[in-house]
Protein backbone atom coordinates (compact mmCIF):
# COMPACT_ATOMS: atom_id res chain seq x y z
CA UNK A 1 0.00 0.00 0.00
CA UNK A 2 1.28 3.30 -1.15
CA UNK A 3 0.86 6.60 -0.84
CA UNK A 4 -2.25 8.48 1.39
CA UNK A 5 -4.54 5.00 0.34
CA UNK A 6 -6.62 3.65 3.35
CA UNK A 7 -6.71 0.49 4.26
CA UNK A 8 -9.82 -1.97 2.89
CA UNK A 9 -11.39 -4.16 5.34
CA UNK A 10 -14.40 -5.42 5.77
CA UNK A 11 -16.92 -3.51 8.29
CA UNK A 12 -16.52 -4.53 12.05
CA UNK A 13 -19.55 -2.13 13.19
CA UNK A 14 -22.94 -3.92 14.51
CA UNK A 15 -24.70 -1.03 14.89
CA UNK A 16 -26.41 1.69 17.00
CA UNK A 17 -26.88 1.10 20.72
CA UNK A 18 -28.39 3.81 23.04
CA UNK A 19 -25.86 4.71 26.44
CA UNK A 20 -28.93 4.68 28.70
CA UNK A 21 -31.03 2.10 27.87
CA UNK A 22 -29.15 -0.11 25.74
CA UNK A 23 -31.85 -0.67 23.17
CA UNK A 24 -29.76 -1.79 19.20
CA UNK A 25 -30.94 -0.60 16.11
CA UNK A 26 -29.06 -1.24 12.52
CA UNK A 27 -26.59 1.40 11.00
CA UNK A 28 -28.96 4.59 10.00
CA UNK A 29 -28.65 8.05 9.95
CA UNK A 30 -29.87 8.87 13.56
CA UNK A 31 -28.98 9.99 16.89
CA UNK A 32 -31.42 9.43 19.33
CA UNK A 33 -33.15 6.33 21.03
CA UNK A 34 -36.64 5.95 19.54
CA UNK A 35 -37.49 4.54 23.05
CA UNK A 36 -35.69 6.53 25.66
CA UNK A 37 -34.60 9.77 23.81
CA UNK A 38 -31.04 8.48 24.78
CA UNK A 39 -28.24 9.64 22.38
CA UNK A 40 -26.60 6.41 20.51
CA UNK A 41 -23.70 5.03 20.20
CA UNK A 42 -21.77 2.98 17.69
CA UNK A 43 -21.11 -0.57 18.82
CA UNK A 44 -18.35 -2.90 17.31
CA UNK A 45 -17.73 -6.82 16.82
CA UNK A 46 -14.87 -6.24 18.95
CA UNK A 47 -13.96 -9.56 19.05
CA UNK A 48 -13.58 -10.06 15.39
CA UNK A 49 -11.21 -6.60 15.41
CA UNK A 50 -9.16 -8.37 17.61
CA UNK A 51 -8.47 -11.62 15.56
CA UNK A 52 -7.27 -9.42 13.15
CA UNK A 53 -6.01 -5.69 14.43
CA UNK A 54 -2.17 -5.89 15.62
CA UNK A 55 0.36 -3.17 16.13
CA UNK A 56 2.75 -4.36 13.62
CA UNK A 57 -0.39 -3.99 11.08
CA UNK A 58 -1.21 -0.52 12.25
CA UNK A 59 2.47 0.39 11.95
CA UNK A 60 2.57 -0.84 8.70
CA UNK A 61 0.31 1.91 7.09
CA UNK A 62 0.22 4.97 6.05
CA UNK A 63 0.59 7.59 8.94
CA UNK A 64 -2.93 8.99 8.87
CA UNK A 65 -6.04 8.71 11.25
CA UNK A 66 -6.85 5.19 8.93
CA UNK A 67 -4.12 3.40 10.02
CA UNK A 68 -7.06 2.35 12.89
CA UNK A 69 -9.85 1.68 10.14
CA UNK A 70 -11.21 -1.22 12.32
CA UNK A 71 -11.70 1.01 15.39
CA UNK A 72 -13.85 3.43 12.90
CA UNK A 73 -17.47 3.34 11.64
CA UNK A 74 -17.14 3.33 7.67
CA UNK A 75 -17.90 0.14 5.44
CA UNK A 76 -15.74 1.10 3.21
CA UNK A 77 -12.50 3.19 2.36
CA UNK A 78 -12.96 7.08 3.17
CA UNK A 79 -14.27 9.69 0.78
CA UNK A 80 -12.59 12.42 2.31
CA UNK A 81 -9.55 13.13 4.36
CA UNK A 82 -7.29 10.42 3.11
CA UNK A 83 -4.17 12.52 4.82
CA UNK A 84 -5.95 14.04 7.94
CA UNK A 85 -4.63 13.13 11.02
CA UNK A 86 -1.14 11.42 13.20
CA UNK A 87 -0.14 14.80 13.85
CA UNK A 88 2.78 15.14 15.94
CA UNK A 89 3.30 14.65 19.43
CA UNK A 90 5.88 16.96 20.76
CA UNK A 91 7.83 16.24 23.71
CA UNK A 92 8.03 20.38 25.42
CA UNK A 93 10.76 19.97 27.38
CA UNK A 94 11.32 24.35 27.30
CA UNK A 95 7.72 24.44 28.95
CA UNK A 96 7.69 21.80 31.19
CA UNK A 97 10.56 23.78 32.85
CA UNK A 98 9.01 26.49 33.03
CA UNK A 99 5.78 24.73 34.59
CA UNK A 100 7.73 22.43 36.51
CA UNK A 101 7.23 19.48 35.87
CA UNK A 102 9.52 16.54 34.69
CA UNK A 103 7.87 15.43 31.12
CA UNK A 104 5.09 17.82 29.01
CA UNK A 105 3.68 16.66 25.87
CA UNK A 106 1.70 18.81 23.45
CA UNK A 107 -0.25 16.83 20.83
CA UNK A 108 -0.86 19.65 18.19
CA UNK A 109 -3.91 19.57 15.70
CA UNK A 110 -2.84 22.49 15.36
CA UNK A 111 -1.57 21.85 11.96
CA UNK A 112 -3.96 18.63 11.16
CA UNK A 113 -4.92 18.45 7.10
CA UNK A 114 -7.14 20.46 5.99
CA UNK A 115 -8.22 23.01 7.78
CA UNK A 116 -6.01 22.99 10.81
CA UNK A 117 -7.69 21.34 14.34
CA UNK A 118 -8.71 18.04 15.38
CA UNK A 119 -12.61 18.65 13.41
CA UNK A 120 -10.86 17.44 10.46
CA UNK A 121 -11.11 13.73 12.01
CA UNK A 122 -14.60 13.80 13.02
CA UNK A 123 -15.67 15.43 9.45
CA UNK A 124 -13.86 13.00 7.36
CA UNK A 125 -15.88 10.20 9.21
CA UNK A 126 -19.17 11.89 8.93
CA UNK A 127 -19.32 13.15 5.72
CA UNK A 128 -17.36 9.56 4.38
CA UNK A 129 -20.59 8.11 5.96
CA UNK A 130 -22.66 10.30 4.51
CA UNK A 131 -21.59 9.32 1.07
CA UNK A 132 -22.44 5.94 2.38
CA UNK A 133 -25.55 6.68 3.39
CA UNK A 134 -26.44 8.05 0.00
CA UNK A 135 -27.14 11.38 1.60
CA UNK A 136 -26.39 14.51 -0.77
CA UNK A 137 -26.30 17.80 0.98
CA UNK A 138 -24.37 17.85 4.27
CA UNK A 139 -24.25 20.53 6.89
CA UNK A 140 -23.46 21.37 10.68
CA UNK A 141 -24.21 23.70 13.53
CA UNK A 142 -20.35 25.47 14.23
CA UNK A 143 -18.74 27.67 16.98
CA UNK A 144 -15.64 27.44 14.04
CA UNK A 145 -13.37 24.84 13.36
CA UNK A 146 -15.97 22.76 12.66
CA UNK A 147 -17.76 24.90 9.75
CA UNK A 148 -14.35 24.95 8.29
CA UNK A 149 -13.83 21.24 8.54
CA UNK A 150 -16.83 20.29 6.59
CA UNK A 151 -16.70 23.21 4.16
CA UNK A 152 -13.87 21.97 2.99
CA UNK A 153 -14.44 18.34 2.99
CA UNK A 154 -17.30 19.16 1.42
CA UNK A 155 -15.81 20.80 -1.53
CA UNK A 156 -13.10 17.68 -1.72
CA UNK A 157 -16.26 15.71 -1.75
CA UNK A 158 -18.07 17.43 -4.81
CA UNK A 159 -21.15 17.62 -2.34
CA UNK A 160 -23.05 20.62 -1.26
CA UNK A 161 -22.49 22.28 2.26
CA UNK A 162 -24.90 24.25 4.64
CA UNK A 163 -23.11 26.28 7.49
CA UNK A 164 -24.76 27.85 10.24
CA UNK A 165 -23.13 29.79 12.90
CA UNK A 166 -23.64 32.04 15.64
CA UNK A 167 -23.40 35.76 13.85
CA UNK A 168 -20.41 36.81 16.14
CA UNK A 169 -17.75 34.30 15.29
CA UNK A 170 -14.53 35.62 14.38
CA UNK A 171 -14.25 36.91 11.21
CA UNK A 172 -11.20 34.13 10.25
CA UNK A 173 -13.46 31.54 11.05
CA UNK A 174 -15.88 32.74 8.99
CA UNK A 175 -13.81 33.82 6.14
CA UNK A 176 -12.08 30.28 6.62
CA UNK A 177 -15.75 28.92 5.50
CA UNK A 178 -17.19 30.75 3.14
CA UNK A 179 -13.87 30.47 0.75
CA UNK A 180 -14.82 26.92 0.00
CA UNK A 181 -17.94 27.81 -1.57
CA UNK A 182 -20.58 26.52 1.34
CA UNK A 183 -23.87 28.62 1.80
CA UNK A 184 -22.97 29.85 5.57
CA UNK A 185 -26.04 31.29 7.81
CA UNK A 186 -25.14 33.51 10.29
CA UNK A 187 -27.77 33.13 13.46
CA UNK A 188 -28.86 35.96 15.61
CA UNK A 189 -28.32 33.88 19.36
CA UNK A 190 -25.56 31.67 20.59
CA UNK A 191 -24.14 28.40 19.75
CA UNK A 192 -27.41 26.40 21.98
CA UNK A 193 -29.84 28.34 19.03
CA UNK A 194 -28.01 27.55 15.90
CA UNK A 195 -27.97 23.78 17.03
CA UNK A 196 -31.18 24.28 17.73
CA UNK A 197 -32.57 25.43 14.83
CA UNK A 198 -30.19 22.92 12.92
CA UNK A 199 -31.80 20.00 14.77
CA UNK A 200 -35.41 21.43 12.76
CA UNK A 201 -33.91 21.75 9.50
CA UNK A 202 -32.44 18.29 9.77
CA UNK A 203 -35.65 16.79 10.33
CA UNK A 204 -37.50 18.87 7.59
CA UNK A 205 -34.54 18.58 4.65
CA UNK A 206 -32.98 15.37 5.00
CA UNK A 207 -29.32 17.33 5.13
CA UNK A 208 -26.50 15.32 6.80
CA UNK A 209 -25.85 17.16 9.54
CA UNK A 210 -22.50 16.14 10.68
CA UNK A 211 -23.08 17.17 14.47
CA UNK A 212 -27.10 15.65 14.31
CA UNK A 213 -28.18 13.30 12.82
CA UNK A 214 -24.49 12.00 11.91
CA UNK A 215 -23.18 12.66 15.10
CA UNK A 216 -23.15 8.78 16.26
CA UNK A 217 -20.41 8.22 13.39
CA UNK A 218 -18.98 11.77 13.65
CA UNK A 219 -17.95 11.60 17.03
CA UNK A 220 -15.86 8.48 16.53
CA UNK A 221 -13.29 10.68 14.47
CA UNK A 222 -12.06 11.90 17.56
CA UNK A 223 -10.62 8.39 18.72
CA UNK A 224 -8.23 7.98 16.58
CA UNK A 225 -6.84 11.71 18.25
CA UNK A 226 -6.59 9.34 21.25
CA UNK A 227 -4.97 6.72 19.24
CA UNK A 228 -2.19 8.26 18.11
CA UNK A 229 -1.42 9.42 21.65
CA UNK A 230 -0.95 5.63 22.88
CA UNK A 231 1.13 4.78 20.08
CA UNK A 232 3.42 7.80 19.73
CA UNK A 233 4.44 7.00 23.71
CA UNK A 234 5.37 3.74 22.43
CA UNK A 235 1.60 2.12 22.90
CA UNK A 236 1.51 3.48 26.65
CA UNK A 237 -1.46 6.07 27.82
CA UNK A 238 0.13 9.18 28.99
CA UNK A 239 -0.34 9.91 33.35
CA UNK A 240 -2.44 13.00 32.19
CA UNK A 241 -4.09 13.99 29.41
CA UNK A 242 -5.44 17.43 29.90
CA UNK A 243 -8.82 17.98 26.92
CA UNK A 244 -10.39 21.33 26.02
CA UNK A 245 -14.46 20.68 26.10
CA UNK A 246 -17.24 21.79 24.59
CA UNK A 247 -20.05 20.08 23.44
CA UNK A 248 -17.33 17.07 25.66
CA UNK A 249 -17.38 14.83 22.98
CA UNK A 250 -13.39 14.62 22.46
CA UNK A 251 -13.08 14.09 26.09
CA UNK A 252 -15.15 10.79 26.22
CA UNK A 253 -14.14 9.92 22.63
CA UNK A 254 -10.37 10.07 24.08
CA UNK A 255 -11.86 8.14 27.18
CA UNK A 256 -13.05 5.30 24.29
CA UNK A 257 -10.14 5.22 22.47
CA UNK A 258 -8.09 3.99 25.77
CA UNK A 259 -10.62 1.76 26.87
CA UNK A 260 -10.38 0.09 23.24
CA UNK A 261 -6.84 -0.46 22.85
CA UNK A 262 -6.31 -2.13 25.91
CA UNK A 263 -9.44 -4.23 25.33
CA UNK A 264 -8.49 -5.76 22.44
CA UNK A 265 -4.61 -5.70 23.91
CA UNK A 266 -2.90 -3.86 22.12
CA UNK A 267 -1.25 -1.45 24.55
CA UNK A 268 2.30 -2.16 26.01
CA UNK A 269 2.32 -4.82 29.09
CA UNK A 270 2.34 -2.57 32.30
CA UNK A 271 0.54 -0.02 30.63
CA UNK A 272 -0.53 2.69 33.12
CA UNK A 273 -4.28 4.03 33.25
CA UNK A 274 -4.18 8.03 32.35
CA UNK A 275 -6.14 10.60 34.61
CA UNK A 276 -8.45 12.40 31.90
CA UNK A 277 -8.73 16.17 32.62
CA UNK A 278 -11.23 18.82 31.56
CA UNK A 279 -10.76 22.54 30.47
CA UNK A 280 -13.59 24.87 29.34
CA UNK A 281 -13.12 28.43 29.90
CA UNK A 282 -14.48 30.37 33.38
CA UNK A 283 -17.14 32.32 31.09
CA UNK A 284 -18.68 28.89 30.19
CA UNK A 285 -17.63 26.22 31.79
CA UNK A 286 -20.91 23.78 32.19
CA UNK A 287 -19.09 20.96 32.52
CA UNK A 288 -15.81 21.75 34.73
CA UNK A 289 -18.46 22.94 36.85
CA UNK A 290 -20.29 19.41 37.27
CA UNK A 291 -16.92 17.81 38.04
CA UNK A 292 -15.88 20.88 40.55
CA UNK A 293 -19.18 21.00 42.51
CA UNK A 294 -20.01 16.80 42.13
CA UNK A 295 -23.14 16.94 40.65
CA UNK A 296 -24.19 14.95 37.80
CA UNK A 297 -26.64 17.63 36.21
CA UNK A 298 -25.91 20.14 33.55
CA UNK A 299 -26.47 23.68 34.59
CA UNK A 300 -26.53 25.35 31.64
CA UNK A 301 -25.18 28.47 30.38
CA UNK A 302 -27.30 30.54 29.10
CA UNK A 303 -24.82 33.79 27.88
CA UNK A 304 -21.11 32.78 27.29
CA UNK A 305 -18.85 35.58 28.08
CA UNK A 306 -15.41 33.99 27.35
CA UNK A 307 -12.75 35.47 24.68
CA UNK A 308 -12.95 31.35 23.85
CA UNK A 309 -15.62 31.35 21.42
CA UNK A 310 -14.76 27.88 20.32
CA UNK A 311 -15.70 26.44 23.25
CA UNK A 312 -18.33 28.24 24.40
CA UNK A 313 -21.62 25.42 24.06
CA UNK A 314 -23.84 26.76 26.77
CA UNK A 315 -25.61 23.10 26.63
CA UNK A 316 -23.41 20.46 25.80
CA UNK A 317 -24.61 17.44 24.32
CA UNK A 318 -22.04 15.24 26.20
CA UNK A 319 -22.29 16.69 29.02
CA UNK A 320 -22.97 14.33 31.35
CA UNK A 321 -20.91 11.48 29.76
CA UNK A 322 -18.09 14.17 29.74
CA UNK A 323 -18.12 14.32 33.52
CA UNK A 324 -18.19 10.35 33.51
CA UNK A 325 -15.35 9.74 31.77
CA UNK A 326 -13.37 12.36 34.00
CA UNK A 327 -14.37 11.25 37.15
CA UNK A 328 -14.55 7.70 36.26
CA UNK A 329 -10.54 7.93 35.24
CA UNK A 330 -9.67 10.10 38.50
CA UNK A 331 -9.28 13.00 36.53
CA UNK A 332 -10.68 16.61 37.34
CA UNK A 333 -11.63 19.75 35.36
CA UNK A 334 -10.52 23.55 35.51
CA UNK A 335 -11.46 27.07 33.81
CA UNK A 336 -8.98 29.05 33.39
CA UNK A 337 -10.03 32.95 32.88
CA UNK A 338 -9.82 35.14 30.25
CA UNK A 339 -6.46 36.83 31.18
CA UNK A 340 -4.91 33.05 32.04
CA UNK A 341 -5.91 32.38 28.27
CA UNK A 342 -3.79 34.34 26.55
CA UNK A 343 -0.87 34.35 28.69
CA UNK A 344 -1.03 30.53 28.07
CA UNK A 345 -0.99 31.11 24.77
CA UNK A 346 1.64 33.34 24.44
CA UNK A 347 3.62 30.89 26.71
CA UNK A 348 3.45 28.24 24.71
CA UNK A 349 4.67 29.95 21.74
CA UNK A 350 7.18 31.49 23.03
CA UNK A 351 8.68 28.05 25.01
CA UNK A 352 7.66 25.92 22.09
CA UNK A 353 6.80 28.07 18.49
CA UNK A 354 3.86 26.41 19.02
CA UNK A 355 0.85 29.45 17.58
CA UNK A 356 -2.41 27.61 19.21
CA UNK A 357 -6.23 29.31 19.33
CA UNK A 358 -7.67 30.00 22.09
CA UNK A 359 -9.16 26.75 22.97
CA UNK A 360 -5.27 25.69 23.35
CA UNK A 361 -4.43 28.57 25.69
CA UNK A 362 -7.58 27.49 27.69
CA UNK A 363 -6.41 23.67 27.80
CA UNK A 364 -2.81 24.87 28.95
CA UNK A 365 -4.34 27.60 31.30
CA UNK A 366 -5.99 24.25 33.04
CA UNK A 367 -3.05 22.38 32.95
CA UNK A 368 -1.45 24.91 34.86
CA UNK A 369 -4.25 25.40 37.22
CA UNK A 370 -4.35 21.74 37.42
CA UNK A 371 -0.73 21.43 38.24
CA UNK A 372 -0.62 24.27 41.23
CA UNK A 373 -3.48 22.37 42.82
CA UNK A 374 -1.48 19.20 43.21
CA UNK A 375 -4.52 17.42 40.65
CA UNK A 376 -1.08 16.50 38.61
CA UNK A 377 1.95 16.01 40.28
CA UNK A 378 5.24 17.89 39.10
CA UNK A 379 7.29 14.01 38.82
CA UNK A 380 4.56 12.61 36.95
CA UNK A 381 4.73 11.83 33.60
CA UNK A 382 4.37 11.81 30.76
CA UNK A 383 1.14 14.78 30.90
CA UNK A 384 -0.20 15.56 27.39
CA UNK A 385 -1.70 18.58 27.11
CA UNK A 386 -4.23 18.71 23.73
CA UNK A 387 -4.16 21.55 21.28
CA UNK A 388 -7.29 21.37 18.91
CA UNK A 389 -6.60 24.28 16.54
CA UNK A 390 -4.51 27.20 15.43
CA UNK A 391 -3.98 30.21 16.32
CA UNK A 392 -4.03 32.13 12.99
CA UNK A 393 -7.99 31.44 13.12
CA UNK A 394 -8.45 33.50 16.63
CA UNK A 395 -5.90 36.61 16.62
CA UNK A 396 -8.06 38.96 17.85
CA UNK A 397 -7.60 38.28 21.72
CA UNK A 398 -4.19 39.00 21.40
CA UNK A 399 -4.68 42.13 19.78
CA UNK A 400 -3.55 44.79 21.64
CA UNK A 401 -1.86 42.70 24.26
CA UNK A 402 1.26 41.66 22.31
CA UNK A 403 4.51 44.49 21.75
CA UNK A 404 4.06 46.50 19.13
CA UNK A 405 7.39 45.75 16.00
CA UNK A 406 9.96 49.06 16.88
CA UNK A 407 9.86 51.30 14.12
CA UNK A 408 13.41 52.52 13.24
CA UNK A 409 15.12 54.53 9.70
CA UNK A 410 16.70 52.42 6.88
CA UNK A 411 19.69 53.28 8.29
CA UNK A 412 22.70 50.51 10.35
CA UNK A 413 22.85 53.50 12.84
CA UNK A 414 19.08 53.86 13.19
CA UNK A 415 19.26 49.84 13.92
CA UNK A 416 21.72 50.16 16.17
CA UNK A 417 20.64 52.80 18.61
CA UNK A 418 17.37 50.87 18.94
CA UNK A 419 18.85 47.70 19.28
CA UNK A 420 20.95 49.40 22.66
CA UNK A 421 17.44 50.83 24.04
CA UNK A 422 15.85 47.58 23.69
CA UNK A 423 19.07 45.82 25.56
CA UNK A 424 18.65 48.55 28.69
CA UNK A 425 14.49 47.92 28.46
CA UNK A 426 14.88 44.23 28.60
Aim: with cysteine; hydrophobic share 40%; aromatic share 8%.
Amino acid sequence: MAGNASPVQASFVKGLGCRECGNEIPKSPVHVCEFCFGPLDVTYDYAAIGRVLTRALIESRPKTMWRYAELLPLDGPPAVGLATGMTPLLRADRLAKRLGVRELWVKNDAVNFPTLSFKDRVVSVAISKAREFGIDTVACASTGNLANATAAQAAAAGMPAVILIPYDLEPAKVLGTVVYGARVFAVKGTYDDVNRLCSEIAGKYGWGFVNVNLRPFYGEGSKSYGFEIAEQLGWKTPAHVVVPMAGGALVTKIGKAFWELEKLGLLAPGARKAKIHGAQAAGCSPIVDMVLENREQIRPVKTPTSIAKSLAIGNPADGFYARQTIVGSGGWAAKPEDPEIVAAMRLLAETEGIFAETAGGVTLGATIRLINEGKIGRDDGPIVVCVTGNGMKTQDPLVGKLPDPVQIGPRLSDFDEAQTQFKMKS
